[in-house]
Each structure stands twice: as structure tokens, then as C-alpha cells.
């Protein structure tokens, strides 16, 4: 699932092929849940405008229109935002991808039937595709002044984080800190491999109370959250199951995880079985001997 650091290589990647073109024609496939604003009025609406710019928050990107209305895209569970002509297995169906050649699977992707959104402009250039295999992704166009309920109940952006805002935050909580760090209210942006990877780093094993942890090891949290999606973002983000990055190429940061899909592996600090233990429904590993 892609989290802030795929997000936001995904935005500095497609900025620059989305920023000041014109869209000329867009191109979906039938109304579904994927889209909150239904197709035809994405083609009615979105030809002739330009994107100004393309921000992020959270897991949210916001493409900022020449008219004041925004578009907003959000990758889900298994969304991919690329531009035309590049090339990744990852982009191959999942009953597809394991059938072909390895010739096959370096071919230029061929918009198919995942293929939801495709933004072609004006100057003929490379297209924007949004496909999603699982459709958990998203596409709304929000008017010049309409409230975005998605937006508005964001928390602060994870590259944001203070351990006094995180201390705050938690004084009442007796919700394990982990589920803490994936509330979207709270912070924005993190989801289950940068929380394991940056409770690892402060050192706070996931199931702590949220309230019981100190404003001491909030602030270690709180530069631990930031470093490991600084490195992410630096990396290319965690290519782990369908993300890829907007040019076809696979983000690094899978190979520096720390904790993360390595339980019973040893602990990279003081050599302890690696535990995964179930927290909120969702997965997590932590070092028994390293996190208290
Ligand atoms: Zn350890």
C-alpha cells in the first residue's frame, strides 16, 4: 500500500508532467466506486484546463486547476500514476504477469482494462495513467470553494511531526502508540511499514499505551517517523507489492527495512528474533530485547 514516501516520489515525478498542460481528452473506464465524481463529468469538465501545480497531503495528491477547482487523487490500496510509454512487470495484471516472457514483461505499457484514468493534452506529448487493479484508489473534482470532508479531517503531514504535537495527541489515548501513528487524524502519511520502521528507531515497542509513553521517547518518535520517510522518499519509496514509481522503475527502501516483513530474521542491532505480533487487525514487527 503505498504510503507518504511512494506518494510523494509519485508527485515530484508526475509535477512535471502534469504542471502547466493543457488537458485536451480524457479517457475511463465505466462509472465505479473509483471515481467520486462520475466519468462524464470528468470529461466534460477537465478538457481545456491547465494544472497549476500538483501538491500532497497525506497519501492525498491534489492537482490545483487554472479555474481554482482541484483534483484529487489518492493511489489506495494497489493505485499506479505513471506516465505513457514506460515499462514494469509491475504493471502487468497479476494473472498476466507471471505468464510472460521476460522480453514480454520489458515492453511499454498498453493502457488495459485497469486502466481508470488517462489524462492526454493539448501539445500531443505523454500521457497520465492512473490504473489500479483493485480500484480502493480515488479521482473527486472539487469545486473552487467546496469542503473536502477527505481533506479536512487530516491530521498534521508526517514530514511535519513534533514529538510535543504527538505527546499532546496521546495524553487520553490508551490505544496501543501504533495505532496512534496510523490514524490519519493524527498524523497524515504514515501507514504500517514506516510505523514499525520508526517505533524500531525511537525504540517503543507498538502495543505501549499511547498515553504511558513520554514526551522523551514522543520527540525520539517524532525524528524517527521523519527520518525513515526522508530515506524512503530518497530511496524511491518500498516497492513491496504493485508500487511503482512513475517512470516504471522500482523504489529501494524494501531492502533497508529494519523490522518490517522480518519476523523470526535476526534484529540488525542486537541479533534477538525479530517478533510479529497482530495490532488493530494489522501486522507488526518489533525486537523484543532493542523496544520497551
Ligand atoms: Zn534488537
Known sequence: MPELPEVEVTRRQIASLLENRVIADVITTKPSYFFLTPPSTL????PGRRCERLERRGKYLIAHLDDGRRLLLHLGMTGQLFGSGVASV???????????????QQRAFAPDQHTHLRLRFADSGREVLFRDTRKFGKVELLLADQASERLDKLGIDALQVTGTLLHQATRARATAIKNVLLDQS???GVGNIYADEALFLAQVR????????????HERLAAAIVAVLTRS?????????????????????????RVYGRANEPCLACGSAIKRIVIGQRSTCYCPACQR
Open 43 to 46: 470529461k466534460r469538465e477537465l
Open 90 to 104: 509491475r504493471l502487468l495484471s497479476s494473472t498476466g504477469g507471471g505468464t510472460l516472457a521476460p522480453e514480454q
Open 186 to 188: 493524527v498524523i497524515a
Open 206 to 217: 507498538p502495543k505501549r499505551a499511547a498515553k504511558k509513553v513520554t514526551l522523551q521517547e
Open 233 to 257: 522518499i530518497e530511496t524511491g519509496g518500498s516497492s513491496i507489492s504493485d508500487y511503482v514509481r512513475p517512470d516504471g522503475s522500482d523504489g529501494g527502501y524494501q531492502d533497508e527495512r
